[in-house]
């Protein structure tokens, strides 16, 4: 009686986590900018994200300007997996994992070597960590790859994934307590008439364009970096005036 | 077949190996890490007293080449911590872009064993410490060095000169930092060459802590140093030893920093090389 029970429950707990999967709606993994919204929603917030004349009219940025919690008080970085939002109208059964793989494993490679000398990246938060995150908006559905484009030691995607509308939009969060330090905006168009078409596009000469891109916005990611650490006047005085080399005319005795 | 396949891979290996190492053997000064770095130029009396004294207290030893006052962290500290404050001549795989060492042998030397006139004395010559530097080109390198942007509280960066030859030194958490330092200088006028001491710190999890602990006990208590994103407080961590640099008021303020760093948890010891300012 007490097996006909077990057995009764073990198919019922079986027949029910079926049907769940087979009702249950495919949720495709990509987020979508909605059609109304000038930003992805990646960031949490954005009214505090102004343009920077350091930089240029395609960038909005904010720094925390509290000096515990500026930019200059940490010293290495977490860099996030890159998310992936796709344009508004793009066809998202088009846009594979594989795609998604290949344009964010790039793009966060080139992060790495561009902030990497001046932040050096760890594996785990914590104190003095900053942690990186990053999206890319505004992916789309790109042209037909032809076989012949793609060499053979790179596998080619279904589709190739058009990133001419594409923008950035990330932020450097306190790794313990996730609080806001810097952030960043960028809507430079520097993916103009470029596609990705095979799952390591890095090799492939034909999408050159698609690598240069990714570099370039690594790039401006550092160069918000490098602004933002400059001295102002006031530290400029400071720090001058406090920077004393130790050398062997130096009196000082080891305690 | 499997298996002489391995072997001969093995040997392949191991051949390359042996081509591709090149062993040094040079006359070099023994020195624990703090006072390699910041006692730069001649070895005086004074800077074997810091050696000694430093390397007891657990700054790591390290080798200086005598003949350019190159500072190489070796691979192995026990064969150096017979000679700590001594001449050697060490023998191993040195890396001098990278500033180390896989140490072979050491074997101790006599100050006469290097010939008058020969490069390697230089550095045993006290008069050399006497050859005066250009004070602009000095105050040139100094206004250079702090102008840096990538220095944090948790960099110091330190220079001397000899004649024209300019010695870099200190510890940096940012790779950026020592390259920037070089080519930040090595453009100025009157400057000869250079030595890159400069020595890129890990960011191990426990020093990581330690800094974070450090710099809020003496923010703390001692507030008035840190202005902004800055201070006049260094604090250095390497290995779970804490390393304080730069200029305080008083010595007070300066036991007041040792008391406050040697309640950090899991620092080991604290080098407290805070000047007093004069007057």
């Known amino acids: 009686m007490l097996n006909n029970l077990k057995t009764t429950y073990i198919a019922a707990t079986v027949l029910l986590a079926l049907s769940a999967s087979c009702t249950k709606p495919q949720e495709s993994s990509f987020k979508r900018i909605s059609a109304d919204q000038q930003f992805s929603g990646f960031l949490k917030e954005y009214s505090e994200l102004k343009p920077n004349p350091k930089i240029d009219d395609n960038a909005l940025t904010y720094v925390n300007r509290d000096a515990q919690k500026h930019l200059r008080a940490y010293l290495a970085i977490v860099v996030d997996p890159i998310e992936v939002y796709i344009a508004t109208n793009a066809d998202s059964a088009k846009i594979s994992e594989a795609s998604k793989t290949a344009v964010t494993n790039y793009f966060r490679h080139a992060l790495t070597n561009a902030v990497g000398d001046a ?12 942690r990186l ?45 996730g609080e806001r330090i810097a952030a960043m905006i960028d809507k430079a168009a520097l993916g103009a008439g470029a596609e990705v078409g095979a799952e390591q596009f ?9 690598r240069e891109a990714f570099d370039e916005w690594a790039w401006r990611v550092r160069q918000f970096l490098d602004v933002s650490m400059q001295l102002n006047p006031e530290e400029t005085a400071k720090a001058l005036q406090s920077y004393r080399p130790y050398g062997a005319d130096s009196d000082f005795n080891p305690q | 077949m499997k298996v002489q396949f391995i072997a001969l891979a093995s040997l392949a290996v191991s051949g390359l190996q042996c081509i591709g190492a090149e062993i040094n053997t040079f006359p070099a000064y023994i020195d624990s890490d ?59 795989e040195a890396k001098f872009d990278r500033g180390t060492i896989k140490l072979e042998s050491v074997k101790q030397i006599e100050p006469s064993s290097v010939p008058a006139g020969d490069p390697n004395r230089k550095l045993m010559d006290v008069r ?47 790779q950026t930092n020592r390259s920037e330092a070089y080519n930040r200088i090595k453009s100025i006028e009157g400057v000869g060459g250079i030595t890159n001491n400069i020595e890129v710190l890990p960011l191990g999890s426990n020093d990581m802590q330690i800094r974070a602990g450090a710099r809020a006990a003496l923010q703390r208590h001692l507030s008035r140093y840190f202005w902004g994103s800055g201070s006049d407080i260094k604090i250095i961590v390497k290995n779970g030893n804490i390393i304080l640099l ?26 407290n090389l805070l000047q007093v300012k004069k007057g």
């Not at chain 1, 932040?119 to 900053?130: F, K, S």
């Not at chain 2, 004294?53 to 700054?59: E, H, I, L, P, R």
């Not at chain 2, 007041?256 to 080098?271: E, L």
């Open chain 1, 133 to 177: 995150r990053t999206a890319l908006v505004g992916v789309d559905v790109g042209g037909a790859v032809n076989a012949g484009d793609v060499p053979a030691d790179s596998k080619p995607l279904a589709h190739a994934v058009n990133i001419g509308k594409v923008g950035v939009e990330m932020e450097l969060v306190d790794s313990v307590t």
């Open chain 2, 128 to 174: 050399m410490s006497k050859v005066p530097a250009s004070a602009p080109v000095m105050e040139k390198i100094r206004h250079e060095l702090a102008m840096m942007p990538y220095i944090s509280q948790f960099d110091f960066i330190s220079f001397t000169m000899v004649g024209d030859q300019v010695i870099l030194t200190g510890w940096t958490v940012r």
């Open chain 2, 246 to 271: 730069g200029t305080v008021a008083s010595k007070t303020d300066s036991d007041i920093a040792t008391i406050q760093c040697n309640s950090v948890p899991f620092a080991f010891h604290v080098f």
């Open chain 1, 202 to 210: 890095s090799k492939v000469n034909k999408f050159a364009a698609a």
């Open chain 1, 119 to 130: 932040y050096p990246i760890v594996e785990a938060p914590g104190p003095l960590v900053l």
């Open chain 2, 34 to 92: 703090i006072c390699a770095r910041l006692m730069l130029g001649q070895i005086t009396d004074a800077r074997i007293q810091c050696s000694q004294k430093t390397f007891k207290d657990g700054s790591s030893p390290v080798v200086v080449q005598l003949k350019d006052n190159i500072v190489l962290t070796p691979n192995k500290e026990k064969l150096l911590k017979e000679h700590v404050g001594k001449l050697a001549e060490v023998s191993g």
